[in-house]
Every structure is written in structure tokens, then in C-alpha cells.
């Protein structure tokens, strides 16, 4: 109940008042729950309605989009699982949670060696709120009231991205890609280059899993515009660093380092910044400093989340976040090592190539569309058959085909994004083009 003082300063004289707003229609009278049971016949039901899903572990899997399965070092859950680390929670207390903070620490580490940049956070929900932070970062850096993307975005990032930008009164204004190579046109972005843009926003690899082979150049477009590059981390094991083209602010999805596809998720933001923008940056860093005997202790610094300073001096309020997760890609990265990531991006690059070539000697399609160097994903277009009656057809063969992009991309005609890794095998590829053919 709520207390008569209470309603005397709303202004109220029933608790019912507080839910005018509500139309009566969508108001719920009472819940029609069955009656309770117990836990054997609980357990027995809810088996029953989880076995109607079909995971991966039964389908040959190709979607991809920005979740992807990847081979997993058993190691990686065994950490995880360890009492000290297994939370996501602010490690608030640091002399209480040295290994997490730790841990933490060299996660920061390893992506600032792969990114090439000077300070990582730890970290964001996911790439798309990544994506809003780094917008929200921009405007800080520089007002305005337009942020250029690439048009070859997730569609899902674009709409947290809108959603982020709304607070602010700003808009997105998308640079078109090239019809040949998939890769963005520069010519475009040149074009949209103004005093009122704010940030400059591009992904490597891009959506259709292309490579942005002359994104060196944009650095010298966008001149003091805060440049934002968003990347797979695989891909960095082989491609130059975001660093070494000019960007100021790096994100991610730190998804493919350690973590399964589970319902889309878990996720792990990434973010890297240059040191001259650290003040900028959203959520909290991990330093490295003594303790009052001289031994080396960690702790959180740089706290600019709004639980920790005043919600209007804040730079985000994310809080509560993907630790866990951080602490699963520091896991991988340090069980894997720099020669195994290279080995496993290379042959990430591979076996798309020999996906799509194999696909291409089917009559009627074209794998890959894009004339350009792709890392682990790519556009296949279908010429006369509907991308979703092939869906259907390639699920009822056990396989789960990729993203049908004619939905979001209709200039691409009927087209799927299709990705691979290094757990797809040959057996594999052969079923897919088996049944894209038609074969029995």
C-alpha cells in the first residue's frame, strides 16, 4: 500500500489514480496462471517445450552477421568458472578483488596490442552500445549535429545507434558503398564532409565481411572529425591495426574471443581510444599501481560511469557490465597466443574462399557478389530462386543458412550473408551446395 503522506504529495487520493494513464484495454484484471506442480513434473514440461529448439550442435550452422561459433579452448570455461572470478559485478572492493581486477587488466592489454591503441575500457554491453558510446564520445570531442556511417552497418547497430543519437538531436547520415567492390565510397564520404558532422563511423571488416582495402585514406578526409573504426578482433591477428589508419576510437564485438552463440549472446563490447581522448572515454579502466608495502595491486580508475561521479559530469551509464566476459576474452587470447590467432584467422580467410568457389559452380549463383577481399563472411546472390524458399529448403536438410539481406540491403537483390570459421569442415560446404542445387 502506498502511504496516505505519500499520496498527499502526489496529489492523489487513491492508488488507482497513478494508473490513469493506463487505458483501461491494457490494463491486466489478474494473471490466468495454471495451478502450481511440482519441481519432477516442472523439470519434465520445461525439457518438453526446450526440446522443440534446434541448436547448432544438430544444424550446420552459416549465420554470422556479428555472432559467430568459434572453437572454445576448454580452458576458457574452466577459468570462468573459478568462485573469485565468476561475477559480473563491479569489483568496487579492490583489496577484495585482486584477481578480477587483475584479470581485467590484461584483457585491457591484449586488446590495446590488437587494436594498437593507447587506453581500453572494461568494457560496454555490446558492439551496438559500443557504437552508441563512441557516437556519444564523438560529440564531446567535437559538436555537431550529423555522425556519417557506412551504409554496409548492421542494421541492428544503426537502430541502437539512432536511439543513442536521439538524445542528443542528432542524426545518422549513411556513406554509400561501391556496387562492384561492396567497400565504401570515398567519393561519397568526401561529399558529406561538413562543419556540422561530428564523427565519421566505418567498419573493417564491414557487414559483408569485406575488407576496407583503402580505408587508410579516410583518415586524411575526415581531418579533425574523431574518426570511429569498428572491427572484428579476429580479423586483427592479420589485418594492420585500426591504429596504424588514423582512428581515434576503436569498438568491437568481443563475442568471438571465448564466447558461444547462446540466443544472441552473451556479448562484450569492445572500446579503445587514444590517450588525448582518455578523459572522454565511457565506463572505468584498470591501472596498474603499489600498494602502501610497494607490491604491485590494481584498481579501477577513470571512474566517469554515473554511479561514481555526478549523472551530469558522467560520460555513460553503463554500468553493471561485461566483466565476466572480459575476463572469458583475456582467457582465450592468453591460452590461444599470438601464433595460434593468426592460424585461426588465416584459416577463418580460407575456408570463405573455398565456400564461396564451391558455391559458384552452381548455375544461377554468385559467391562472392563483392569483386573484393573478404575475412569471414560474404554475399551470396541467388539469380532466379527466392533467398527465402532456399531458406526453408536448406533447413529442412539440417542446415542453417545465413542472414537473408533483402530486407535491409533490397539493392542487392535476393542475397544471403553467409559466414564461416574454423570449426566448418569440407563435409560441410558440400551438404550446403548439395542442397542449394537441389540434390537429393
Same mark, same amino acid.
Given at each position: 500500500m502506498v502511504p496516505k503522506k505519500i499520496m498527499e504529495v502526489l496529489g492523489i487520493k487513491s492508488v488507482d489514480e497513478l494508473f490513469d494513464e493506463i487505458p483501461p484495454e491494457a490494463r491486466i484484471d489478474r494473471l490466468t496462471l495454471p495451478d502450481g506442480?511440482?519441481?519432477?513434473?516442472?523439470? %519434465?514440461?520445461?525439457? %518438453?517445450?526446450?526440446? $522443440?529448439?534446434?541448436? #547448432?550442435? &544438430? #544444424?550446420?550452422?552459416? #549465420?554470422?552477421g556479428g555472432v559467430y561459433r568459434h572453437y572454445i579452448p576448454a580452458v576458457v570455461g574452466e577459468i570462468l568458472s573459478r568462485s573469485e572470478l565468476y561475477t559480473a559485478y563491479t569489483p568496487y572492493q579492490a583489496e577484495a578483488s585482486q584477481g578480477m581486477l587483475q584479470a581485467l587488466f590484461e584483457y585491457q592489454s591484449m586488446i590495446a596490442e590488437l587494436?594498437?591503441? *593507447? =587506453?581500453?575500457? !572494461? !568494457?560496454?554491453? *555490446?558492439?551496438?552500445? =559500443?557504437?552508441?558510446? =563512441? +557516437? #556519444?564520445?564523438?560529440? %564531446?570531442?567535437? %559538436?555537431? *549535429?550529423?555522425?556519417?556511417?557506412?551504409? +554496409?552497418? !548492421?542494421? &541492428?547497430?544503426? +537502430?541502437?545507434?539512432?536511439?543513442?543519437? $536521439?538524445?542528443?538531436? +542528432?542524426?545518422? *547520415?549513411?556513406?554509400p558503398f561501391e556496387g562492384s567492390t561492396g567497400r565504401v565510397s570515398l567519393s561519397a564520404l568526401k561529399e558529406r564532409i561538413s562543419d556540422d558532422v561530428f564523427g565519421v563511423y566505418l567498419e573493417n571488416p564491414n557487414y559483408f565481411g569485406i575488407l576496407e582495402e583503402d580505408i587508410g585514406e579516410v583518415s586524411s578526409i575526415v581531418g579533425e572529425i574523431p574518426f570511429v573504426v569498428g572491427t572484428n578482433p579476429l580479423s586483427l591477428a592479420i589485418v594492420k591495426p585500426p591504429s596504424e589508419y588514423g582512428a581515434d576510437i576503436v569498438i568491437g564485438e568481443g563475442h568471438h574471443l571465448g564466447m558461444p552463440p547462446n540466443f544472441g549472446g552473451p556479448l562484450l563490447g569492445i572500446f579503445a581510444t587514444k590517450k588525448e581522448h582518455i578523459r572522454k572515454m565511457p565506463g572505468r579502466i584498470i591501472g596498474m599501481t603499489t600498494d602502501v608495502t610497494g607490491r604491485t595491486a590494481y584498481c579501477m580508475t577513470l571512474q566517469t560511469r554515473e554511479q561514481h561521479i555526478r549523472r551530469d559530469k558522467a560520460t555513460s551509464n553503463i554500468c553493471t557490465n561485461e566483466a565476466l566476459m572480459a575476463v572469458a576474452a583475456a582467457a582465450y587470447l592468453a591460452s590461444l597466443g599470438k601464433r595460434k590467432l593468426i592460424e585461426i584467422s588465416s584459416e577463418n580467410v580460407r575456408k570463405a574462399r573455398k565456400f564461396a568457389e564451391k558455391i559458384s559452380t552452381i548455375d544461377g549463383f554468385k559467391a562472392p557478389l563483392f569483386d573484393a577481399h573478404h575475412f569471414n563472411e560474404f554475399v551470396m546472390r541467388s539469380g532466379e530462386a527466392s533467398i527465402e524458399k532456399i531458406s526453408k529448403r536448406l533447413l529442412s536438410r539440417g542446415i542453417h543458412g545465413g542472414i537473408c539481406l533483402n530486407r535491409d540491403f533490397p539493392e542487392l537483390g535476393e542475397s544471403m550473408l553467409l559466414a564461416v570459421s574454423e570449426l566448418h569442415t569440407e563435409e560441410d560446404f558440400d551438404l550446403f551446395v548439395s542442397a542449394l542445387g537441389g540434390d537429393e
Amino acid at each position: 500500500m502506498v502511504p496516505k503522506k505519500i499520496m498527499e504529495v502526489l496529489g492523489i487520493k487513491s492508488v488507482d489514480e497513478l494508473f490513469d494513464e493506463i487505458p483501461p484495454e491494457a490494463r491486466i484484471d489478474r494473471l490466468t496462471l495454471p495451478d502450481g506442480i511440482g519441481e519432477i513434473e516442472l523439470e %519434465r514440461e520445461v525439457t %518438453r517445450i526446450l526440446g $522443440k529448439n534446434r541448436t #547448432l550442435d &544438430e #544444424l550446420r550452422g552459416f #549465420l554470422g552477421g556479428g555472432v559467430y561459433r568459434h572453437y572454445i579452448p576448454a580452458v576458457v570455461g574452466e577459468i570462468l568458472s573459478r568462485s573469485e572470478l565468476y561475477t559480473a559485478y563491479t569489483p568496487y572492493q579492490a583489496e577484495a578483488s585482486q584477481g578480477m581486477l587483475q584479470a581485467l587488466f590484461e584483457y585491457q592489454s591484449m586488446i590495446a596490442e590488437l587494436t594498437g591503441m *593507447d =587506453a581500453v575500457n !572494461s !568494457s560496454m554491453y *555490446d558492439w551496438s552500445t =559500443a557504437l552508441g558510446e =563512441a +557516437a #556519444l564520445m564523438c560529440h %564531446r570531442i567535437k %559538436r555537431g *549535429d550529423r555522425f556519417l556511417i557506412g551504409r +554496409a552497418v !548492421s542494421p &541492428e547497430r544503426k +537502430a541502437v545507434l539512432r536511439t543513442y543519437l $536521439k538524445g542528443i538531436g +542528432a542524426t545518422i *547520415d549513411e556513406i554509400p558503398f561501391e556496387g562492384s567492390t561492396g567497400r565504401v565510397s570515398l567519393s561519397a564520404l568526401k561529399e558529406r564532409i561538413s562543419d556540422d558532422v561530428f564523427g565519421v563511423y566505418l567498419e573493417n571488416p564491414n557487414y559483408f565481411g569485406i575488407l576496407e582495402e583503402d580505408i587508410g585514406e579516410v583518415s586524411s578526409i575526415v581531418g579533425e572529425i574523431p574518426f570511429v573504426v569498428g572491427t572484428n578482433p579476429l580479423s586483427l591477428a592479420i589485418v594492420k591495426p585500426p591504429s596504424e589508419y588514423g582512428a581515434d576510437i576503436v569498438i568491437g564485438e568481443g563475442h568471438h574471443l571465448g564466447m558461444p552463440p547462446n540466443f544472441g549472446g552473451p556479448l562484450l563490447g569492445i572500446f579503445a581510444t587514444k590517450k588525448e581522448h582518455i578523459r572522454k572515454m565511457p565506463g572505468r579502466i584498470i591501472g596498474m599501481t603499489t600498494d602502501v608495502t610497494g607490491r604491485t595491486a590494481y584498481c579501477m580508475t577513470l571512474q566517469t560511469r554515473e554511479q561514481h561521479i555526478r549523472r551530469d559530469k558522467a560520460t555513460s551509464n553503463i554500468c553493471t557490465n561485461e566483466a565476466l566476459m572480459a575476463v572469458a576474452a583475456a582467457a582465450y587470447l592468453a591460452s590461444l597466443g599470438k601464433r595460434k590467432l593468426i592460424e585461426i584467422s588465416s584459416e577463418n580467410v580460407r575456408k570463405a574462399r573455398k565456400f564461396a568457389e564451391k558455391i559458384s559452380t552452381i548455375d544461377g549463383f554468385k559467391a562472392p557478389l563483392f569483386d573484393a577481399h573478404h575475412f569471414n563472411e560474404f554475399v551470396m546472390r541467388s539469380g532466379e530462386a527466392s533467398i527465402e524458399k532456399i531458406s526453408k529448403r536448406l533447413l529442412s536438410r539440417g542446415i542453417h543458412g545465413g542472414i537473408c539481406l533483402n530486407r535491409d540491403f533490397p539493392e542487392l537483390g535476393e542475397s544471403m550473408l553467409l559466414a564461416v570459421s574454423e570449426l566448418h569442415t569440407e563435409e560441410d560446404f558440400d551438404l550446403f551446395v548439395s542442397a542449394l542445387g537441389g540434390d537429393e
